[in-house]
Structures are given as C-alpha cells and as structure tokens.
C-alpha cells in the first residue's frame, strides 16, 4: 500500500525561551504536524504546559497550512477536550489507560469538530484497541513510557507496529494512520516507518543544541529515504 511518512515535531524538547522561533523553523523546514505532550503530574510524573501554548502557536501554524495535535497524558482528559479544541487544536489524542468511557470520549473529540486519537503505553495489549478502531483518526503508539523526553526506543514496540498495521488491514482501516511516540532519531526512524507507521513524533532528535532543526530534519528524512512532502511507499 502506498501511504505519506509525516515527521510531526514534539515542542516538549523545544528551547521554550524561543519557542515561537523553532517551530516556525521546523515549519519552514516542510513539518506539517507540530506534537503539544500535555502532562499533569498525576497519570505521568511531569507537568509540562496548558492550552495557552497551543493558542499561542495556533497563528503560526495556520501560515503554513499545519495541525496542532494534543496528547493528553492526563486523568479524566475528558474535562479538559473542549479548552484545547477551543484554543487552536486540530486533533486530539487520549489514553485507553485514562479513559474508562473511552467511546464517549472519542465522539466528544469529534463532536467539538477535531481528528479523534487514542494513545497506548507499551505494556497496554492492542487488544484494548479492538472495539474503538472504527472510531479513531489514527492511533498513537508509545514506544517508551510516557512523561520524559529523550528516552530509548523500545525494541518490541516495532512488532506492535507491525501488529497494528496488520489489525487494520483486516478490518478494512487502512485509513487509520498510525503514529509512534518515543525514541524516534535517525537509526530509529526507517525501522519505524518500514513497519508501519505514518507519523513519527520526534522531539529531541529535532531540537537539541548538536545541529540546526533543518538539517535535524534533512537527517530523519533521509533515514527513511523522505523527500521534503514526504515519502511515498
């Protein structure tokens, strides 16, 4: 099957002194997706920001033409959809972990007008997936534990990838894309996208201090053969 690898850029390990500045860099350098982790201290360790930094980033995304995901890595996400939705976001994603009403949650989601998503820590089977697929715009896989940038990818993680693709495929969903969240860098990201997946959320292997955001960028693109609009398998 033939299917676009986008790189969606995680602002979590941007220099927040100059934020604004390196996502319209990353922007400029053809990302289309940019990835806001909203932690809160209670369903992973860390906080980290509210829906202002999404409202904040709304007017530069729009001179590019790009999405602002939101991953909720918090408790009752529920509660919090409609501010998020409100303050610039175009898709949202929720965990199963959080989530005990989780249909409802996914058509909240698309009843305030935004791409639905469902997100999985590693140890969650993707067997708790099973009665939600039909209802989802992609699912997110983490492919470390939630909650700190800059960890190690999780080896199996690629077999559930290729699981989840293959679940798809036999349900029909191949529209369904399927991002995947931790550990992604340049020996990272070919593997990943061989596997399956179509958006590789990608924060310090973007933004660190060893290399500019473009040819951070030009070198994640290259491990997985991409053109600046992305590569057709």
Known sequence: MRKTIQIAASILSADFSHL????????????????????DGHFVPNLSMGSQVVRSLRPI?????????VHLMVEEPERYLADFVRAGANSVSVHVETCPHLHRTIQEIRALGARSGVALNPATPLAALEE?????????????????????????????????????SERGLDQVQIAVDGGIHAQTAGPVARAGATVLVAGSAIFNAHASVTDNLRELRAAIGEGKTGLQL
């Open 61 to 69: 995304a729009d001179k590019f033409g790009a999405l602002l995901h």
């Open 20 to 39: 604004g500045d390196q996502v319209k860099q990353a922007l400029e350098a053809g990302v289309r997706w940019i990835h806001v982790d909203i932690m």
């Open 132 to 168: 939600i697929l039909t209802e989802v715009d992609f699912v997110l896989v983490m492919s470390v534990e939630p909650g700190f940038g800059g960890q190690d990818f999780i080896p199996s993680s690629l077999d559930k990838i290729v699981r989840l693709r293959r679940m798809l």
